[in-house]
């Protein structure tokens, strides 16, 4: 059974970076394409981006310039940064499993605040 | 970016009664459109991929159907765990988006 488990701190302050990782266990990297996805409290659901089991990137227009997402094949890892965050960016961050989105982490909270 | 809008925003209904759940897009996403449940506290489930296919371990009662712009999650009779918020999702492009959700409520 795949697991997707999400780290990283809950606390990030303004202008700084939201650093998160994503294990991936019980399962391949290939052929799928890993991705981050966020739900700000009590709001819809925002697709961050993703890589894919080979290394290439897509991410949402509306974030592309602060993001970037990477891959550890090794540690079956993957991780997203987001730069010079604001209180927008408070939000559920949830790793997930693409392109159908089958299998999720249980999500992480980041909340922006000095 | 495609925009999904779903209908109604809540739906009001009682265990045993069919739901009918609306998701149109505002261009053609062919048939690369999932359905989702999600429960407070909860990641996301995928019910329905590529319009009209059952993801695992989903029952029956959930289906899904249509293509191109206009499409349908029917829940055949609500069992008390259904209760919850649906959203649709395409993944004909990029960006990916999701529609902003239907509250199913008793």
């Known amino acids: 059974q795949v697991q997707l488990q999400e780290s990283g701190p809950g606390l990030v302050k303004p202008s700084e970076t939201l650093s998160l990782t994503c294990t991936i266990s019980?399962?391949?990297?290939?052929?799928?394409?890993w991705s981050w996805i966020r739900q700000p409290p009590g709001k819809g659901l925002e697709w961050i981006g993703y890589?894919?089991?080979?290394?290439?990137?897509n991410y949402n227009p509306s974030l592309k310039s602060r993001v970037t997402i990477s891959l550890d094949t090794s540690e079956k890892q993957f991780s997203l940064k987001l730069d010079s965050v604001t209180a927008a960016d408070t939000a559920l961050y949830y790793c997930?499993?693409?392109?159908?989105?089958?299998?999720w982490g249980q999500g992480t909270l980041v909340t922006v605040s000095s | 970016e495609i925009v999904l809008t779903q209908s109604p925003p809540t739906l009001s209904l009682s265990p045993g009664e069919r739901a009918t759940l609306s998701c149109r897009a505002s261009q053609s996403v062919s048939n690369y459109l999932a359905w989702f449940q999600q429960k407070p506290g909860q990641a996301p489930r995928l019910l329905i991929y590529?319009?009209?296919n059952r993801a695992t371990g989903i029952p029956a009662r959930f289906s899904g159907s249509g293509s191109g712009t206009d499409f349908t999650l029917t829940i055949s009779s609500l069992e008390p765990e259904d209760f919850a918020v649906y959203y649709c999702q395409h993944r004909s492009n990029w960006p990916r988006t999701f529609g902003q959700g239907t509250r199913v409520e008793i």
């Open positions: 590529d319009a009209s």
């Open positions: 997930a499993r693409a392109p159908h989105l089958d299998y």
């Open positions: 890589i894919s089991y080979d290394g290439i990137t």
């Open positions: 019980g399962g391949s990297i290939s052929p799928y394409y």
